[in-house]
């Protein structure tokens, strides 16, 4: 996680006192549509919106939007290598940059999403503070209430974002008055914490769970299959199956993941240099560095900075 006093500091530096984020030049993304499960390496989803049964996720993903979503039963996921279990009827928001998963409901159910480009968040001047609840990898659960009708509004944004002109114009304005209200009413509200998944569920996917938090905590260190077996007293092999079986990525995968997550987070926050950033991240070569972050950022770690940055 990224610390608070560096955050604060990365704001004031780039954005002054003024509270809100800006971004001068906006890069728009047109696709929408329904979410990818297996295999996906989008940047990002665009501005988009799914309505849907519920269904777990293949494999966990990452994509540089906010996501928010809501279910009429309680969803578990696997977000940056902790469970957490989102109530039925809640809002819940983090940054997607982050490896996650949606690993099941509790019953067959409605689930909503709407992801939202972080540049378009930035360029929308959601609150700072929100922002900063974000980027530090929170996830923010909150009650329903007017202006919150995320299920209610999606089926019919959905159609809209397809379209151009008003319609569309329209659905965006709406979009962002949703996403102001969730940001403005998230300071009224705890991040969700990380609950125990026993529940019946077996030995297999606690293991799976506990090897995720372990490669989130430990992304930046040089560590081995065997280092991350021996933390859930596994052999390795064994190991390999069951974070596989579990979360449908291999444990190389999604450490890769977990570092190009920690690598964009200091593009954002630091002026550390990007031969630099590569290695705090946990890369071992800048080769390396570059193409993973090119693979599922869509560009290089400099221009990614430069887009997000500018004033």
Same mark, same amino acid.
């Given at each position: 996680m990224i610390d608070t006093i560096s955050l604060l500091l990365w704001w004031v530096q780039i954005h002054g006192t003024e509270g809100s984020f800006r971004v001068s030049s906006v890069s728009v993304c047109e696709d929408s549509g329904i979410m990818s499960y297996s295999g996906d390496e989008k940047a990002s989803f665009g501005l988009a919106c799914w309505q849907g049964a519920t269904r777990g996720m293949t494999a966990a993903h990452r994509h540089d939007d906010l996501e928010f979503n809501h279910a009429d039963v309680d969803l578990e996921y696997v977000i940056d290598g902790r469970t957490q279990v989102i109530p %039925? /009827?809640?809002?819940? #928001?983090?940054? %997607? %940059?982050?490896?996650?998963?949606? #690993? /099941?409901g509790e019953e067959p159910g409605i689930e909503t999403w709407l992801t939202l480009p972080l540049h378009r968040a930035l360029a929308w001047r959601l609150p700072a503070s929100f922002m900063l609840r974000m980027l530090g990898g929170e996830v923010v659960a909150l009650p329903g209430g007017p202006g919150l009708g995320l299920h209610e509004g999606a089926p019919r944004w959905s159609g809209e974002l397809q379209g151009a002109g008003v319609r569309r114009r329209v659905a965006e304005l709406e979009i962002q008055a949703f996403a102001l209200r969730v940001a403005d009413r998230a300071d009224q509200v705890r991040p969700l914490g990380a609950p125990s998944t026993d529940g019946g569920r077996g030995a297999p996917r606690e293991s799976a769970a506990a090897m995720a938090a372990f490669l989130s905590d430990r992304s930046s260190d040089d560590i081995t299959v065997s280092d991350v077996a021996a933390h859930v007293h596994l052999n390795p092999q064994y190991a390999m199956t069951v974070f596989r079986s579990a979360l449908g990525i291999t444990i190389g995968e999604y450490l890769a993941q977990s570092r190009v997550a920690a690598a964009q987070q200091l593009l954002l926050t630091t002026d550390t240099p990007v031969p630099d950033v590569g290695f705090a991240a946990g890369f071992r070569s800048q080769s390396q560095f570059y193409e993973r972050f090119g693979r599922w950022c869509g560009e290089t770690p400099a221009a990614y900075r430069r887009r997000l940055r500018s004033v």
């Open positions: %039925a /009827g809640t809002i819940a #928001v983090f940054w %997607a %940059a982050r490896p996650h998963q949606l #690993v /099941g």
